[in-house]
C-alpha cells in the first residue's frame, strides 16, 4: 500500500481538502434572499443608531441589492472555501465597496445572523404551504359536497362494519387535516420570532434597536434570551414534526385510495394523469402518485428523527453541529408543498363508482348493529340483543347468504320482538339513523360541511 506523508497536512491544505465537509453554502443559497434582507436591515439599524453614516448604510444597500441580483441571475462568484453564504456575500461586498463593508458586522455574529435568515426563510415556506394547504382543504369539502348521497360500506380492521355517506368518510380526511393547518400555522408563530441582536450568545455591547430590526424584517416578537436564540432549534423540530404529520396522514389517505383502485374494491377512478402504465404489462394502470406520497413520508420522518438527534446532548450555546439545523427540513417542507400541490390537483378530478360503493355495502351482514338496537329499543338489554344477532348473522354467513334476504317471518322466528317495522331498515335507514353530533347521517354531514367552509373562510 502507498506510503501517505501526513506531514504536508497544513490547516489550510485541510480546508482546501476538506472544504465541502464544513461548507454550508450549497444548502444556504437556498436563503440567499433572506440573508441579504438580514443584512439591509441590519445595516439600517447600524445607521439609526449613529454606528455608520447615511452614506455608508446607501452604499451598503445598494451593493447588497446588486449582489442579490447577481446570484438571482447565476452571475455571482461563489467561494467554495469559505464556509457559508453570509461569508461569500461579506467578501463580495467588500469587493465593491472596501473596508466600509467591515462595518456591517459591528455587534452581530453570525451566529443569530444565520438563526435569523432560516426563521425567515420557513416562514416563507410555511405561508406558501399553507396557501396550498387551505386549497387542497377545499378541494375535499368540495368533493364531499359533490358526492354527498353516496353509500360505501364502512371498515373496522378492514372488515365492513357499518354503511356510511363517503362525504362523511371524506370529512374525516378534512378533519384530520385541518389540524395539520392548525399546527402548520401555529409552527409559522413559533418561526416568529427574531433572534438578531443577540450577538454570538452572550449580547452585544452596541445599541442595537431590536424593535426596528423586527419591524424591518416583519417580525411580531424578538427573542427574549440571547443563549437560547442561538442554541435551540426546537422550531425547526415543530416543523419537522408538522410536515411528518401531514404526510403520514396523505399517506393513509393515498394507502386508501391505492385500496380503493383496485379490481377487487373498484371503488374509484383515478384521473389518467396521476397513473401511470407498466413497461411489460400492457393492461396496467399504476397509482403511481399515490404511491410516492406514502414512499415519500418515510424521508419526512428520517429528517425529523435526524434533527432530534443532532440536538439530542449538544451542549448550550452554538456549536457547529447546529449547521444541520436546515437540510432536511428544507427538503422536507419542499416536498410536502409538491405532495400537497399533487393531492389538490387530484382531489379535483376524482370520480367515484357510487354503484359499486352502494352494492358493496348491501352484500354483507353490515346491518347487524342495526338490527341489535332495534331489538335494545324494545327495551332488552343491548348485550343480549347482540347475542341474538351475532348467532344469526354466523348462521347467515355459513349458509352463504345475507341479512338482507331475511323475510318478516324469519325475523320473528329470530325474536318475536321483531314487528313489520322491520323491515325498514336497509343501509339508507342505517345511515340516517345516525343523525348524532359527527354521525354520518345526511343533515350531520351537511353540517360538518358548513362548518367546514366556515373554518376556511375565516383562514
Ligand atoms: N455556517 C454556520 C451555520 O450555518 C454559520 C455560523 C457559524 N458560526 C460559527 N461560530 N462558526 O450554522
Not at 6 to 28: A, H, L, M, P
Not at 396 to 406: G, P, Q, R
Request: net charge negative; proline share 2%; with cysteine.
Amino acid at each position: 500500500m502507498k506510503k501517505v506523508n501526513n506531514n504536508k497536512t497544513s490547516s489550510v491544505q485541510g480546508r482546501e481538502i476538506f472544504g465541502d465537509f464544513t461548507s454550508s453554502f450549497i444548502t444556504d443559497i437556498r436563503m440567499y434572499k433572506e440573508d441579504i434582507l438580514v443584512s439591509i436591515a441590519y445595516s439600517k439599524m447600524l445607521n439609526k443608531v449613529g454606528l455608520i453614516t447615511s452614506d455608508e448604510n446607501n452604499s451598503i444597500v445598494t451593493a447588497l441589492e446588486e449582489i442579490s441580483i447577481e446570484i438571482q441571475s447565476n452571475k455571482f462568484k461563489w467561494d467554495p472555501s469559505l464556509e457559508d453564504i453570509h461569508l461569500n456575500i461579506e467578501k463580495s461586498l467588500y469587493d465593491k465597496i472596501g473596508d466600509t463593508a467591515g462595518k456591517l458586522h459591528f455587534g452581530r455574529s453570525r451566529n443569530d445572523q444565520v438563526a435569523t435568515d432560516v426563521r425567515l426563510y420557513f416562514m416563507n415556506k410555511i405561508s406558501l404551504l399553507s396557501k396550498e394547504f387551505k386549497d387542497f382543504l377545499l378541494a375535499i369539502v368540495s368533493l364531499a359536497e359533490k358526492n354527498l348521497s353516496v353509500i360505501m360500506p364502512g371498515y373496522t380492521h378492514l372488515q365492513k362494519g357499518q354503511p356510511v355517506l363517503l362525504s362523511h368518510y371524506l370529512m374525516a380526511y378534512f378533519s384530520i387535516l385541518s389540524r395539520d393547518l392548525e399546527r402548520l400555522e401555529s409552527c409559522y408563530e413559533n418561526m416568529n420570532v427574531m433572534p438578531l441582536g443577540s450577538g454570538a450568545f452572550a449580547g452585544v455591547t452596541i445599541p442595537v434597536d431590536r424593535k426596528f430590526l423586527a419591524k424591518e424584517l416583519g417580525f411580531k416578537n424578538i427573542s427574549n434570551n440571547s443563549i437560547d436564540t442561538v442554541s435551540s432549534r426546537d422550531h425547526i423540530l415543530d416543523l419537522l414534526y408538522s410536515l411528518s404529520s401531514i404526510m403520514i396522514n396523505t399517506s393513509r389517505i393515498c394507502e386508501e385510495f391505492i385500496i380503493w383502485s383496485t379490481d377487487e374494491f373498484d371503488f374509484i377512478n383515478l384521473p389518467e394523469k396521476f397513473t401511470t402504465g407498466s413497461s411489460i404489462m400492457p393492461q396496467k394502470r399504476n397509482p403511481d402518485y399515490l404511491e410516492l406520497v406514502r414512499g415519500k413520508t418515510g424521508s419526512s420522518i428520517g429528517n425529523m428523527i435526524s434533527l432530534m438527534t443532532t440536538l439530542k446532548g449538544l451542549p448550550f450555546t452554538y456549536n457547529r453541529d447546529l449547521q444541520e439545523d436546515r437540510e432536511g427540513a428544507m427538503n422536507s417542507i419542499d416536498s410536502v408543498t409538491k405532495t400537497i400541490v399533487v393531492l389538490k390537483s387530484m382531489f379535483l378530478d376524482i370520480t367515484f363508482n357510487e354503484e359499486k360503493m352502494f352494492s358493496s355495502s348491501i352484500e354483507s351482514n353490515i346491518l347487524a348493529t342495526d338490527l341489535a338496537d332495534y331489538l335494545a329499543f324494545k327495551k332488552i338489554p343491548f348485550r343480549e340483543a347482540y347475542e341474538i344477532i351475532k348467532n344469526v348473522s354466523n348462521k347467515l354467513s355459513d349458509e352463504k347468504k345475507s341479512i338482507n334476504d331475511l323475510k318478516l317471518e324469519d325475523f320473528k322466528k329470530i325474536s318475536d320482538l321483531f314487528d313489520e317495522d322491520v323491515m325498514k331498515i336497509n343501509v339508507n335507514y342505517s345511515v340516517e339513523k345516525r343523525n348524532s353530533y359527527g354521525g354520518t347521517s345526511t343533515n350531520s354531514v351537511e353540517d360538518q360541511i358548513d362548518l367546514a367552509k366556515k373554518y376556511l373562510n375565516s383562514k
